[in-house]
């Protein structure tokens, strides 16, 4: 299995300037086969939803660190929505108390990653969620 | 997700591992070590004596006897309101130094009701966004009697003349301040990203605030140029030390361009790193960086004052290097780590609470961090003589391999073209990208060693709960509500006056915009407004996103 030909947006969004996750998942799902496109720091999720649709990529990731992981996955799903990209799979990484995976699930999350996973780990579930 | 190992059996990959019996033969920077080291592989083993020249023992003849390291602990949340309580109480308590945490609007350059501030307003620290917040921080506070450290770099410029701008209107002049700026915009662009402005103007307004502080609060540290950051962004302690060497340079160019004396400046210039566990690379890297300081500064800029020459730093014991696994098992940690700082011969330390890896200490945890400095102070006997670990074969050539190493780092960046081309074509943060990739697939692999991670774990350990900073939804309506009524009731006229005079000064290349920097804040100018006007002359930075 390999995420060849899939393509996948990693997105910061918010002010909090911690990108060595994303960095870090980006070239791990990069050596996996994905075309990746990393979005920088400080975007809106209006900002990354576009992008998203304008590089028509199958899954988009949040690296959140700043703890307002509710708030932008559930912005960042609604931009998508609005722009009839609500099929676009929407990952989380970062620093996620486990009591508030459920709620980030509910409004839309596939995958929610932390730092303790291993890397081979992480690809592993992107791959089991978008190649079936 | 995982289960009881990290290293559990997968299709595919390499069956789950044994704990290793043996340790393993090269430090972390990859410094391979031979099982015994003798007098006749030390390449320099006269190393003089502390005090003098190259610094290698240390900056002082007489060490920690003299004075021990100065124990400074983290805090500062909420609105200022909040803050201020609380410093009264910790200044009450006998504490002298205050160390000011600011949210991340105010670190950005925006101000609190910006769409893109609203939903982090006070959230990692205190929103500053103009004068008036400020005079309430440090309300019924002396600040002629305090020494106050600010963790600020895009808008360290703004904040410092902010903080000029309340020990004017409390009629205490300004050359009795003391305290520091983080002030070091170069690592913000690597590792932990509050830029703000291109790195070109970025560097002229640091030269601006420490020509400023160097004749106007003498006392005052005006940079703490940092490898805390990159270090714990993933790359290894030569890369560390070698980036901010290289960063400390870039700035002394600068100001050197700006017409600024570097045996007066260089005295003023202080360093702050991470320590983590490899413990005798931790204590060479400080050996070799205070000796290849002082070298650099001979040699390059012919810097003759000893005092001009003093590598001095200050110190965090934890970051990356706490996990959140069995995380009682930091409190270990953090105490190897405070003993190699004080080998190492910090001037000031933090230890870190042994839950921080994962939430906001409590008062338990935080007293321990406190207690452990003071364990190692008191009763560990290290602080006893200067430089206990000198003359050790392996300490001795371990320095002058981490010396050579570093060497390469700066070297390295030189031939590329300089830091600062380095940053503005992304290269160096690709190679910290790349060396962290490479960091987490060593622990994934199991070639290096995290107790409690990814070895000698057990079923039901205690993996850390993370609880996060919670935003109080009120604390951010009052900063918006004070914000508003703020713009209502200042004096318009006087705003749009200095903010024109800014903007005239920093069309120029050369105008010190310090003073204008403080007239702007006494006219109630907002952060979010200086930083507009001084976009509005140089454009922001473009991230260069490479991968």
Same mark, same amino acid.
């Given at each position: 299995?390999?995420?060849?030909g899939?393509?996948?947006?990693?997105?910061?969004?918010?002010?909090?300037?911690?990108?060595?996750?994303?960095?870090?998942?980006?070239?791990?799902?990069?050596?996996?086969?994905?075309?990746?496109?990393?979005?920088?720091l400080?975007?809106s999720?209006?900002?990354?939803?576009?992008?998203?649709?304008?590089?028509?990529?199958?899954? !988009? $990731?949040?690296? @959140?660190? #700043?703890?307002? /992981?509710? &708030? +932008? *996955?559930?912005e960042?799903? %609604?931009?998508?929505?609005?722009?009839?990209?609500?099929?676009?799979?929407?990952? !989380? $990484?970062?620093? @996620?108390? #486990?009591?508030? /995976?459920? &709620? +980030? *699930?509910?409004?839309?999350? %596939?995958?929610?990653?932390?730092?303790?996973m291993s890397l081979?780990?992480?690809v592993?579930?992107?791959?089991a969620?978008?190649?079936? | 997700?995982?289960?009881?190992?990290?290293?559990?059996?997968?299709?595919?990959?390499?069956?789950r591992?044994?704990?290793?019996?043996?340790?393993?033969?090269?430090?972390?920077?990859?410094?391979?070590?031979?099982?015994?080291?003798?007098?006749?592989?030390?390449?320099?083993?006269d190393q003089?004596?502390?005090?003098?020249?190259?610094?290698?023992?240390g900056?002082?003849?007489?060490?920690?006897?003299?004075?021990?390291?100065?124990?400074?602990?983290?805090?500062?949340?909420?609105?200022a309101?909040?803050?201020?309580e609380?410093?009264?109480f910790?200044?009450?308590?006998?504490?002298?130094?205050?160390?000011?945490?600011l949210d991340?609007?105010?670190?950005?350059?925006?101000?609190?009701?910006?769409?893109?501030a609203?939903?982090e307003?006070?959230?990692?620290?205190?929103?500053?966004?103009n004068?008036?917040?400020?005079?309430?921080?440090?309300?019924?506070?002396?600040?002629?009697?305090?020494?106050?450290?600010?963790?600020?770099?895009g808008?360290?410029?703004?904040?410092?003349?902010?903080y000029?701008?309340?020990?004017?209107?409390?009629?205490?002049?300004?050359?009795?301040?003391?305290?520091?700026?983080?002030?070091?915009?170069l690592?913000?662009?690597?590792?932990?990203?509050?830029?703000?402005?291109?790195?070109?103007?970025?560097?002229?307004?640091?030269?601006?605030?420490?020509?400023?502080?160097?004749?106007?609060?003498?006392?005052?540290?005006?940079?703490?140029?940092?490898?805390?950051?990159?270090?714990?962004?993933?790359?290894?302690?030569?890369?560390?030390?070698?980036?901010?060497?290289a960063?400390?340079l870039?700035?002394?160019?600068?100001?050197?361009?700006?017409?600024?004396?570097?045996?007066?400046?260089?005295?003023?210039?202080s360093?702050?790193?991470?320590?983590?566990?490899?413990?005798?690379?931790?204590?060479?890297?400080?050996?070799?960086?205070?000796?290849?300081?002082?070298?650099?500064?001979t040699?390059?800029?012919?810097?003759?004052?000893?005092?001009?020459?003093?590598?001095?730093?200050?110190?965090?014991?934890?970051?990356?290097?706490?996990?959140?696994?069995?995380?009682?098992?930091?409190?270990?940690?953090?105490?190897?780590?405070?003993?190699?700082?004080?080998?190492?011969?910090?001037?000031?330390?933090?230890?870190a609470?042994?839950?921080?890896?994962?939430?906001?200490?409590?008062?338990h945890?935080?007293?321990?961090?406190?207690?452990?400095?003071?364990?190692?102070?008191?009763?560990?006997?290290i602080?006893?003589?200067?430089?206990?670990?000198g003359?050790?074969?392996?300490?001795?050539?371990?320095?002058?391999?981490?010396?050579?190493?570093?060497?390469?780092?700066?070297?390295?960046?030189?031939?590329?073209?300089?830091?600062?081309?380095?940053?503005?074509?992304?290269?160096?943060?690709?190679?910290?990208?790349?060396r962290?990739?490479?960091?987490?697939?060593?622990?994934?692999?199991?070639?290096?060693?995290?107790?409690?991670?990814?070895y000698?774990r057990?079923?039901?350990?205690?993996?850390g709960?993370?609880?996060?900073?919670?935003?109080?939804?009120?604390?951010?309506?009052r900063v918006?509500?004070?914000?508003?009524?703020?713009r209502?009731t200042r004096?318009?006229?006087?705003?749009?006056?200095?903010?024109?005079?800014?903007?005239k000064?920093?069309?120029?290349?050369?105008?010190?915009?310090?003073?204008?920097?403080?007239?702007?804040?006494?006219?109630?100018?907002t952060?979010?407004?200086?930083?507009?006007?001084?976009?509005?002359q140089?454009g922001?930075?473009?991230?260069?996103?490479r991968?």
């Open positions: 299995m390999s995420l060849n899939k393509r996948i947006l990693i997105a910061k969004p918010g002010l909090d300037g911690h990108d060595v996750g994303a960095k870090i998942i980006a070239l791990a799902l990069r050596d996996a086969g994905a075309d990746v496109i990393y979005t920088g400080r975007r999720p209006d900002y990354i939803a576009r992008v998203a649709v304008d590089e028509d990529v199958d899954a !988009v $990731g949040l690296s @959140i660190l #700043s703890g307002s /992981h509710k &708030e +932008l *996955v559930e960042t799903m %609604r931009c998508l929505k609005e722009l009839d990209a609500g099929d676009i799979h929407l990952f !989380v $990484g970062g620093t @996620i108390p #486990s009591e508030d /995976h459920d &709620e +980030l *699930v509910q409004a839309g999350a %596939r995958g929610i990653f932390t730092a303790e081979n780990d992480v592993a579930a992107v791959e969620d978008l190649v079936t | 997700m995982s289960d009881s190992s990290a290293a559990e059996n997968k299709p595919g990959e390499t069956p591992r044994e704990p290793p019996t043996k340790p393993s033969t090269a430090t972390p920077s990859g410094i391979e070590v031979p099982p015994i080291v003798t007098a006749d592989m030390v390449r320099t083993p003089g004596m502390p005090g003098e020249l190259p610094f290698t023992r900056i002082f003849p007489d060490g920690y006897r003299g004075r021990l390291w100065t124990i400074r602990q983290y805090s500062g949340f909420g609105t309101e909040e803050s201020n609380r410093y009264r910790l200044l009450e308590k006998g504490q002298t130094g205050l160390s000011v945490a991340l609007p105010t670190q950005c350059g925006y101000d609190p009701v910006d769409p893109i609203k939903s307003v006070g959230k990692v620290g205190v929103s500053l966004s004068l008036a917040e400020a005079e309430i921080l440090f309300d019924e506070i002396d600040v002629s009697g305090i020494s106050t450290s600010f963790t600020i770099n808008t360290a410029s703004i904040i410092y003349a902010m000029c701008a309340v020990a004017d209107k409390q009629g205490v002049p300004r050359e009795k301040l003391t305290g520091t700026i983080q002030n070091d915009i690592k913000e662009y690597v590792a932990r990203g509050t830029w703000i402005f291109p790195v070109r103007p970025s560097l002229r307004l640091i030269a601006d605030t420490i020509l400023f502080s160097n004749e106007q609060t003498p006392r005052f540290n005006p940079i703490s140029i940092a490898g805390a950051h990159v270090r714990d962004a993933g790359c290894t302690a030569v890369e560390e030390m070698g980036y901010t060497l960063n400390g870039a700035y002394i160019d600068e100001l050197i361009r700006r017409g600024g004396d570097v045996e007066k400046f260089a005295r003023r210039l360093f702050f790193f991470y320590v983590h566990m490899d413990f005798f690379e931790e204590v060479c890297k400080f050996r070799a960086g205070r000796r290849l300081w002082a070298k650099l500064l040699e390059r800029y012919g810097v003759k004052d000893p005092k001009a020459l003093m590598f001095r730093f200050g110190v965090v014991c934890g970051g990356s290097s706490l996990v959140g696994a069995q995380p009682d098992n930091n409190v270990v940690r953090v105490g190897i780590e405070n003993m190699a700082a004080v080998m190492g011969g910090a001037q000031s330390i933090f230890t609470a042994f839950d921080e890896a994962y939430q906001i200490p409590t008062e945890s935080a007293e321990i961090a406190v207690r452990t400095q003071q364990i190692v102070a008191h009763e560990s006997g602080a006893r003589t200067v430089d206990p670990l003359g050790s074969y392996y300490v001795e050539w371990l320095t002058d391999q981490m010396e050579d190493e570093i060497t390469k780092v700066i070297d390295e960046i030189e031939a590329y073209g300089g830091v600062t081309k380095a940053v503005e074509d992304g290269w160096l943060q690709l190679k910290i990208a790349q962290a990739s490479e960091r987490k697939r060593k622990v994934d692999s199991g070639e290096t060693v995290i107790v409690g991670q990814n000698f057990r079923e039901d350990q205690n993996e709960v993370a609880e996060l900073f919670k935003l109080d939804p009120q604390a951010s309506a918006i509500e004070k914000f508003e009524r703020l209502d004096d318009d006229a006087e705003v749009a006056r200095t903010l024109a005079a800014l903007e000064a920093a069309a120029t290349d050369t105008e010190n915009l310090m003073p204008y920097l403080i007239d702007c804040c006494h006219a109630y100018a952060v979010g407004e200086m930083v507009s006007t001084l976009k509005s140089w922001e930075f473009e991230e260069p996103v991968l």
